[in-house]
């Protein structure tokens, strides 16, 4: 790994306090394969790439932002992408590319549009998860350690969870009948969570109106292959997050990844939905961080 490429500053990357961190003062973009890429830089050090949920709404800013502090605080450098479609992020016209193929293909270039060398770590909430995975499938040597969280990368051996679990439910039910409305996106919201008192205005209003474009969601509409076969190709090391009650991701398919990956180890929050960075956040900063470390 190119230590100075990896410390590299961007010129809205900002080392304050968090009270003088925002989603502007850390907000960039850069082009890769023609599709200008929105991302938010923060912190200095070695890199941490934070990969996003496919909800609508998504943003990897919304998914990570209270976890900056404690990241950060470590002596981390956060890059924080909106994967294509997603966010301020745009989308190739008439993409049908295999969606692990695609997202391999695309992370890959931004690293290089970042001058970002060699293998570094990173976390991928649900989607982004398997967009992770499609970068070690692709690109493996840009992989370091991997921490997934609640990603489905394949169904096989769901027994007790039946598909679509409900917060997917609620996805595919968002953009039908009278489109996006505030209490859709509450309802989504709160399906991602055990405890939905952590379901604040501020997120709900966030995330609605970044969800009112349905374009965003081109990135699911992708052809989307089932990798059961291949988990047993990854070798990083690799954590996986669980909630215990997660209605977005079958805890069995963590079991499977468990089992079918090569060098695997897993934790599971009890009394936690889709989001253990928010629901168990300081637990979760403190078991990403040391296995990071490790």
């Known amino acids: 790994m190119d230590a100075l490429k990896q410390h590299t500053e961007t010129p809205k990357q900002r080392n304050t306090p968090m009270t003088d961190i925002t989603e502007t003062s850390t907000s960039n973009y850069v082009s890769v394969a023609g599709v200008n890429i929105h991302y938010n830089d923060v912190g200095a050090g070695e ?8 909800g609508p709404g998504a943003t990897a800013w919304s998914n990570f ?6 990241i950060t605080g470590a002596g981390r450098r956060m890059l924080m992408m909106d994967m294509p479609g997603y966010g301020k992020s745009g989308f190739p016209d008439g993409c049908d590319e295999d969606f692990f193929d695609f997202t391999g293909r695309m992370i890959d270039g931004f690293l290089s549009a970042l001058d970002v060398e060699g293998a570094l770590d990173i976390i991928g909430n649900s989607l982004g998860g398997q967009a992770a995975l499609g970068l070690e499938l692709c690109h493996s040597q840009r992989v370091k350690r991997l921490a997934l969280i609640g990603s489905q990368p394949t169904s096989a051996g769901i027994v007790i ?10 996805i595919i039910n968002y953009y039908g009948g009278e489109g996006p409305t505030l209490e859709k996106m509450r309802r989504l919201v709160e399906s991602l969570l055990y405890d939905s008192s952590w379901v604040t205005d501020e997120t709900l209003q966030e995330r609605f109106e970044a969800s009112k474009d349905p374009g965003q969601m081109r990135l699911l509409g992708l052809p989307h292959r089932d990798l059961y076969a291949e988990l047993g190709r990854i070798a990083c090391p690799t954590l996986l997050v669980w909630g215990q009650e997660d209605k977005g991701g079958a805890l069995e398919v963590g079991l499977q990844l468990l089992k079918k990956l090569q060098n695997a180890r897993m934790h599971i929050f009890q009394r936690c939905g889709h989001w253990a960075q928010v629901e168990h956040q300081a637990e979760f900063e403190r078991v990403v961080l040391n296995f990071f470390d490790s």
């Open 65 to 70: 932002k209270q976890n900056i502090p404690a």
């Open 161 to 170: 969870q039946p598909q679509p679990q409900e917060a997917l439910n609620n």
């Open 47 to 54: 890199i941490i790439l934070c990969l996003h949920g496919g």
